[in-house]
């Protein structure tokens, strides 16, 4: 097959979007994040913040900062957050926040899932801060559920990928399942 090289550049990965969330000067800010994701098996995620962002101000004070999943029907607000800095707008009422007992970081109630993490490790890199938070409380929307379990497809998560957002389109297979057809097809 024919390949192109193209230009380096990390727009071209697909990548959930995702709301991070933290007090800053005692509101609630939130930040469009697409750096974003898991580290380990561990419950750890990542999350890059420009330094100069507030929301980055807000996570260095307290420790703490929020992952909301936003679905795809909060695509404006979403959008709208990764635009308008609190620095220079109030961002602390787009959203309905609520706080865990933990009370370091505020959660969207409108998202379908929220995380609070607790910062474990901060790399500075070219201008960013990566957060490394370890995942104390998670919340569900109860009707996002099946069996107990988060279901992608009744999350309906916002992706992105170069200059555009997608939702979530349907399975293609089951992890750990499709490979096994291989395994036993090269040993029969
Ligand atoms: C789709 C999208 C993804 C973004 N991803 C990031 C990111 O991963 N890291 C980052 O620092 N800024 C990212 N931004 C930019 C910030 O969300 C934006 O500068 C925001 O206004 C910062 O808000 P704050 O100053 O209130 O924290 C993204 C923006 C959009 C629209």
Redesign the pocket.
Known sequence: MEKVKIKNYPMVNPTP?VLAGADVNGKP?Y??????GVVCQGPIFYI???DT????IGVKENGYFSVNIPSVDMIQKT?Y???????TTD?SHLFSSFYDEIGKAPMISECPMNFLCKVIQTVPISG?EVFFGEIVSTFARENCLTDGVPDPLKINPTL?MGLSYYSLGPSVGAVFNEGVKLIKSNNG
């Open positions: 979007i800010n930040a469009t994040v697409g750096a974003f890059s913040l420009k962002h507030f929301t980055t959008d957050c990764g635009l308008v800095s609190g620095k961002k960013f992105g």
